[in-house]
């Protein structure tokens, strides 16, 4: 099993490479774009997109709102985690 968390991408820093920043909960990494990319939605489309980010890659887009409920989602699994562990 994988766990794809939303980012939104806010930057393209290597277009050649497929290199983008991406937002995930205020917290922006570098991950790679090639699997989101093509030549309908070049490298440069994707600002504004949102994303789902494994191991340092955007497997697929998604829309903003599956974004938002599935970011709800893993804010209510880590409060029970906490809830659980106290």
Request: aromatic share 2%; charged share 20%; proline share 3%.
């Amino acid at each position: 099993m994988c766990l794809g968390i939303p980012g939104q991408i806010v930057e393209i820093t290597d277009v050649k490479h497929k290199l983008a920043i991406v937002n995930i909960a205020g917290v922006k990494r570098q991950v790679n774009i090639a699997c989101i990319v093509d030549e309908q939605h070049p490298p440069e489309a994707c600002i504004g997109d949102w994303v789902l980010v494994h191991v340092g890659f955007a497997m697929n887009r998604i829309n903003e709102q599956e974004a938002a409920e599935t970011l709800q989602l893993l804010e209510e699994l880590a409060t029970a985690q906490a809830v659980i562990n106290t």
